[in-house]
């Protein structure tokens, strides 16, 4: 049987380790933080294959080292899907439609800001580079509630989240459906519309992340934008990929991907989902 490890005990570990059991594959746990690691003698537990590089890729090079592993995602892959502004320039650059973006890479003048956000329409919206699960995204109003942001995230660029010194501006698009499209091995795989309740929108909530309360509803996308979730992997050259999506009346854009998307309920997924994904897991191992 082959033993995969898997840096996190959260949604995904629990939901992949019975299918995957089924499958001759063993999920196993390697955490890469709240844990020492011994540098200077092999380690004691073996594993075949990686499932995704640990989002601290510190302590994953050390443990990629230790272990030898090949990786589903590898650190390349996490570090791209990461750079959000880096992942809009390369779709944009394919021809795919993303949202109106600027990257502002601090530090700059407030003159260059305010000519930043001169042709965008208010709200817009202030998202850190590289934040994860919508932390320090923000919504300013108007240019005074923009600076005050900015104000903010000088403050706290040390966190995790803004530690590289970089966030976009984007349009902010009120009405649009927000969908997370699973991509395994460069193909449609599934995907949810994750939703607000009715009194979370009216109490003036517009995040869509399922970490900050939304519901994922499981989905049957229209072509149209299957293929657009496969034309972002295959840009990003990215085996395994939650890709987002806003859809209006008149458009669709990927807002962001993630390389460490989390596995929801099979139920929420196409039939072979676990059949593709070990398949996947597999060739990641012969690499």
Same mark, same amino acid.
């Given at each position: 049987?082959?033993?995969?490890?898997?840096?996190?005990?959260?949604? #995904?570990?629990?939901?992949?380790? @019975?299918?995957?059991?089924?499958? !001759?594959?063993?999920?196993? %746990?390697?955490?890469?933080?709240?844990? #020492?690691?011994?540098? !200077?003698?092999? &380690?004691?537990?073996?594993?075949?294959?990686?499932? =995704?590089?640990?989002?601290?890729?510190? /302590?994953? @090079?050390?443990?990629?080292?230790?272990?030898?592993?090949?990786?589903?995602?590898?650190?390349?892959?996490?570090? #791209?899907?990461?750079?959000?502004?880096?992942?809009?320039?390369?779709?944009?650059?394919? @021809?795919? &439609?993303? &949202?109106?973006?600027?990257?502002?890479?601090?530090?700059?003048?407030?003159?260059?800001?305010?000519?930043?956000?001169?042709?965008? $329409?208010? &709200?817009? =919206? =202030?998202?850190?580079?590289?934040?994860?699960?919508?932390?320090?995204? *923000?919504?300013?109003?108007?240019?005074? /509630?923009?600076?005050?942001?900015?104000?903010?995230?000088?403050?706290? +660029?040390?966190?995790?989240?803004?530690? $590289?010194?970089?966030?976009?501006?984007?349009?902010?698009?009120?009405?649009?459906?927000?969908?997370?499209?699973?991509?395994?091995?460069?193909?449609?795989?599934?995907?949810?519309?994750?939703?607000? /309740? !009715?009194?979370?929108?009216?109490?003036?909530?517009?995040?869509?992340?399922? +970490?900050?309360?939304?519901? *994922?509803?499981?989905?049957?996308?229209?072509?149209? +934008?299957?293929?657009?979730?496969?034309?972002?992997?295959?840009?990003?050259?990215? !085996?395994?990929?939650?890709?987002?999506?806003?859809?209006?009346?008149?458009?669709?854009?990927?807002?962001?991907?993630?390389?460490?998307?989390? =596995?929801?309920?099979?139920?929420?997924?196409?039939? $072979?989902? %676990? @059949?593709?994904?070990?398949?996947?897991?597999?060739?990641?191992?012969?690499?």
């Amino acid at each position: 049987m082959l033993r995969l490890a898997v840096t996190t005990r959260a949604e #995904t570990f629990d939901r992949l380790r @019975d299918p995957l059991a089924a499958r !001759d594959i063993e999920v196993a %746990h390697l955490p890469a933080e709240a844990r #020492t690691i011994r540098l !200077d003698a092999p &380690p004691t537990e073996t594993f075949d294959v990686g499932f =995704v590089y640990p989002s601290r890729t510190q /302590s994953g @090079d050390a443990l990629a080292a230790l272990h030898g592993l090949p990786w589903v995602n590898d650190r390349e892959a996490i570090l #791209t899907s990461r750079n959000k502004g880096g992942v809009l320039a390369t779709l944009g650059a394919a @021809d795919l &439609p993303v &949202p109106k973006t600027t990257m502002v890479a601090t530090p700059v003048d407030e003159a260059d800001l305010v000519a930043a956000v001169a042709g965008f $329409d208010w &709200p817009v =919206v =202030v998202k850190p580079n590289s934040t994860t699960r919508g932390t320090g995204v *923000a919504k300013a109003t108007d240019l005074d /509630s923009l600076l005050g942001i900015v104000d903010y995230l000088d403050l706290v +660029h040390d966190y995790r989240a803004t530690g $590289d010194k970089t966030f976009l501006l984007q349009e902010f698009l009120p009405d649009a459906r927000d969908y997370r499209v699973m991509v395994v091995g460069g193909a449609y795989a599934g995907a949810v519309e994750r939703r607000l /309740s !009715d009194a979370d929108r009216e109490a003036g909530r517009w995040k869509h992340n399922v +970490h900050r309360g939304a519901e *994922a509803a499981g989905v049957d996308l229209p072509d149209e +934008h299957r293929r657009l979730a496969e034309r972002a992997a295959d840009a990003l050259d990215i !085996d395994y990929l939650g890709v987002d999506l806003l859809v209006t009346d008149d458009r669709a854009v990927v807002a962001e991907t993630n390389a460490r998307p989390t =596995v929801d309920a099979a139920t929420k997924y196409v039939d $072979d989902f %676990h @059949d593709r994904l070990a398949a996947l897991i597999r060739r990641a191992a012969e690499k």
